[in-house]
C-alpha cells in the first residue's frame, strides 16, 4: 500500500510533470483502504494539473451513467473550454501567418484583424481559412467529425456572421449532448450524433486537440464508487446500478486500458471503493477481462509499485522514500 501524499507527490512528477506532458497516456485505479480519502488525492492532483495547464474534468457514477460512453464523453465535454482552446489555435494560424492582432480591448474578427494588418477582408478570410484548414482537417488523429466540429468552432471566433455563429452554437450542443435536432448541424458538416460507437473516438480527439491548442493534456477522473453498492438508498442520495450496469462501466474501462497506444497526452485516475476487490458480485472478479488487464499478480509484499495500474492506499503505509 502507499500513502496518499506519497502516491499524489508520484503521480505530479512522473506523470503529469513528464509522461503525460510528452505525449503519454494512463489508467490508473485506486482503492482506499484504513480511512484513506480520495477526494484529497482527488483534489490535490486535479489542482497540480490546473497548475501544470492540463483540462480536468471529473465524472462521478453518483450524477452520471459513465458506462454508457456516450453520457461519459457528454459530461466531459462540458467541463471543457472549447471556446478558449478554439481561440487558442486561432491565434496560433495568425501568428504562422505573421499578422498582427488588432488592439487590446477590440474583437478578434475577420475585420478588425484586416484593418490592423491593413490587408483585404476577403484575402484574410481565405488565407486564414486555409491554414485552419491546414492544420485541423488534415491531422488524422482527429475523428473526422472532430475535425469538422473544431474548424467550425475555430472559424466562429473571427467570422462574427449569423451562420457561423449558429455553427458554433450547434457544434456546442453536439459536444455536449444537448442537440435536439440533427438537422441543425448538416450546414456544419455533421451528420450524426454522438452515441456509444463513436464517443470512445471522440474522447480520444479531444486528448489529442487540447496540445495542439497549447494546454498539456487531459487529466481524467472518474468516480465507478457507485457501481459497488447493491442496494438502492444505502449510500444517500444520487444513481444507482444493477450488476449488469457494473460490468458495462467496467467494459467501459477495459476499452480505454485498450486504447491507451491510440491516446495521447491523457491520465485517467478511476477511483474505487474498497469493495472494488472484495465484492465477488460486483467487484473485480466479476469481469475478468478488466481484472487481467491491472491486477498486480507478481508484487513485493513489503514495498508498493506506485507505477502498478492497481494502487491501494493507506494512511498508515510505510512512506515511500523516493517519493518525496
Known amino acids: ?84 482552446l478554439a481561440r487558442a489555435v486561432v491565434l496560433q494560424a495568425l501568428a504562422e501567418l505573421r499578422f498582427q492582432l488588432p488592439p487590446a480591448g477590440e474583437p478578434l474578427s475577420v475585420e478588425a484583424l484586416a484593418e490592423a494588418n491593413r490587408y483585404n477582408a476577403q484575402e484574410l478570410r481565405r488565407d486564414l481559412s486555409r491554414r485552419l484548414q491546414q492544420r485541423i482537417l488534415g491531422d488524422y488523429l482527429l475523428s473526422q467529425e472532430f475535425r469538422t466540429a473544431m474548424l467550425r468552432l475555430c472559424q466562429a471566433q473571427v467570422d462574427t456572421g449569423a451562420a457561423a455563429q449558429h455553427d458554433r452554437s450547434a457544434v456546442l450542443e453536439w459536444l455536449r ?58 449510500a444517500g442520495e444520487g444513481l444507482y446500478y444493477s450488476k449488469a450496469a457494473a460490468m458495462d462501466a467496467y467494459e467501459v474501462l477495459r476499452q480505454l486500458i485498450d486504447a491507451t497506444d491510440e491516446l495521447s497526452h491523457c491520465f485517467v485516475l478511476v477511483a474505487c471503493a474498497p469493495e472494488f476487490l472484495t465484492d465477488d458480485a460486483r467487484g473485480l472478479d466479476a469481469y475478468h ?24 492506499l493507506s494512511p498508515a503505509a510505510e512512506p515511500w522514500s523516493h517519493a518525496a
Do not use: C
Open 177 to 234: 449532448g444537448e442537440l435536439r435536432l440533427l438537422s441543425s448541424l448538416k450546414p456544419a458538416g455533421i451528420f450524426q450524433r454522438v452515441g456509444r460507437h463513436n464517443a470512445r473516438h471522440l474522447l480520444l480527439s479531444l486528448a489529442h486537440w487540447l496540445p495542439l491548442a497549447g494546454r498539456s493534456g487531459l487529466l481524467l477522473d472518474l468516480d465507478i464508487a457507485r457501481y459497488a453498492v447493491a442496494r438502492r438508498g444505502a
Open 289 to 312: 477481462a478488466l481484472k487481467l488487464r491491472i491486477w498486480d499478480e507478481v508484487h513485493d509484499q513489503r514495498r508498493a509499485n506506485p507505477l502498478s495500474a492497481l494502487i491501494r
Open 1 to 84: 500500500m502507499i500513502r496518499p501524499a506519497d502516491y499524489l507527490a508520484f503521480l505530479r512528477r512522473e506523470y503529469l510533470a513528464d509522461f503525460i506532458r510528452a505525449g503519454g497516456a494512463a489508467v490508473k485505479f485506486v482503492v482506499p483502504f484504513e480511512g484513506a480519502a480520495l477526494a484529497d488525492l482527488e483534489e490535490g492532483l486535479a489542482r497540480a494539473a490546473r497548475e501544470q495547464g492540463y483540462v480536468v474534468a471529473r465524472v462521478d457514477a453518483r450524477e452520471v451513467k459513465l458506462h454508457l460512453a456516450d453520457r461519459l464523453f457528454f459530461e466531459v465535454a462540458r467541463q471543457v473550454p472549447w471556446d478558449e
